[in-house]
């Protein structure tokens, strides 16, 4: 039985097919040339898995569900499934699987490095010497070890970052959907923001924690991490708490808009470290990534139960169309 596979992510085809390679005969891959809605509304009624997109530009909305009567599995080959509309496609009966902790580590040493580089001023150092200058004490470096580092969001990549900061002499404390069992304070999120030297943004975004954290509320002085979703952050309150002096720095991995348009202000403001989304890129978690991916689609087309399912449909992926398929 061979499934039509629809595939997004932004490898080329031929590694695509490479990867895909183990599954052989059982599936016909196509892969949209263009990358747009349009594109991807035109594909799916003949799709039966959706290989996601790594963009978040051809998200599965409503609308999309819609469009794909033959739909019986989707893999997302990343940790957020922001836009995919997860109860539209349980409505359906079909289940969406992500790729759940590949990346922890590499996130979280991401964190941690941003937290370092941004308390020991290191960007303020390099400039400096490039421009010339040798600055001894008026960069203001701080050692993080000692700090109060609040982490919001306890999913793996904020359990990474507890131990590392934990192992680095930090004072941690987290706020997440419900406590937990772990060697760390537990805070109100209104609490969290307001006593943490540093504050580590690793929550997933959906409707509720969209613009959950204002960098206004954060301590004079204090640093910002991001790493989750630009969306979690007030990025306009972000933007004036910089201009203002009132942060003392900020690292993000992620932004409202991917790529950062030409003439966003987060480009020109002062004490930020920017980095195109690349947290969780390491060679090592691209390639359990990857094999992530192939054991869960792997699964779905034997029928078996497939890992990382999110909206709670049964984790086996049923032939839904058979009857009256050419
Ligand atoms: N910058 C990068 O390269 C990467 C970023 N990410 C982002 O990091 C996020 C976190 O990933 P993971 O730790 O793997 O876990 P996750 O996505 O499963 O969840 C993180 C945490 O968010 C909490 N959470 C979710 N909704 C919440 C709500 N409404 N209120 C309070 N807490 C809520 C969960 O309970 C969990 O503790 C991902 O959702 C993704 O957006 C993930 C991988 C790479
Ligand atoms: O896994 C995730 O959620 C990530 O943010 C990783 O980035 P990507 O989706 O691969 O651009």
Do not use: K
């Not at 005969?25 to 898995?49: C, F, H, N, Q, T």
């Not at 963009?55 to 033959?70: F, I, M, Q, T």
């Not at 975004?205 to 979690?232: F, H, K, Q, Y």
Request: aromatic share 4%.
């Amino acid at each position: 039985m061979t499934w039509r596979v629809l595939a997004l992510p932004p490898l080329p085809e031929e590694a695509l097919r490479h990867l895909l390679g183990p599954l052989g005969g059982r599936v016909d891959v196509s892969v949209p040339a263009a990358r747009d809605r349009a594109a991807l509304l035109a594909a799916l009624p003949e799709a039966e898995i959706v290989v996601g997109d790594w963009s978040g530009a051809l998200v599965l909305d409503a609308e999309a569900v819609a469009a794909a009567p033959r739909l019986a599995f989707v893999q997302q080959p990343s940790v957020g499934v922001d836009g995919h509309d997860l109860d539209a496609l349980a409505a359906a009966g079909v289940p969406l699987a992500n790729t759940a902790g590949v990346s922890a580590v590499a996130v979280a040493e991401w964190c941690f490095a941003a937290a370092l580089a941004l308390s020991r001023r290191l960007l303020d150092a390099d400039a400096a010497v490039r421009a010339g200058g040798w600055p001894q004490l008026d960069l203001g470096p701080r050692e993080l070890s000692g700090s109060r580092v609040g982490i919001v969001g306890y999913g793996p990549i904020g359990e990474a970052c507890a131990r590392m900061f934990a192992g680095h002499g930090c004072e941690v404390s987290y706020w997440t959907r419900r406590p937990r069992e772990v060697p760390y304070t537990y805070r109100e999120l209104p609490e969290l923001v307001a006593a943490s030297d540093v504050l580590v943004a690793v929550v997933a975004l959906s409707e509720e924690t969209w613009g959950l954290i204002d960098p206004s509320r954060m301590p004079a002085g204090s640093l910002l991490v991001n790493a989750a979703r630009g969306g979690v952050v007030d990025q306009a309150a972000l933007v004036s708490a910089l201009e203002s002096g009132h942060l003392g720095g900020a690292a993000l991995d992620v932004f409202d808009t991917e790529p950062l348009p030409p003439g966003d202000p987060l480009r020109d403001s002062p004490r930020v470290l920017l980095s195109p989304h690349v947290a969780g890129v390491t060679s090592q978690s691209t390639g359990r990534l990857l094999r992530r991916v192939l054991d869960n689609l792997e699964a779905a087309v034997e029928g078996r139960p497939v890992a990382d399912v999110l909206n709670g449909v049964e984790p086996v992926v049923r032939r839904r169309l058979a009857d009256g398929r050419a």
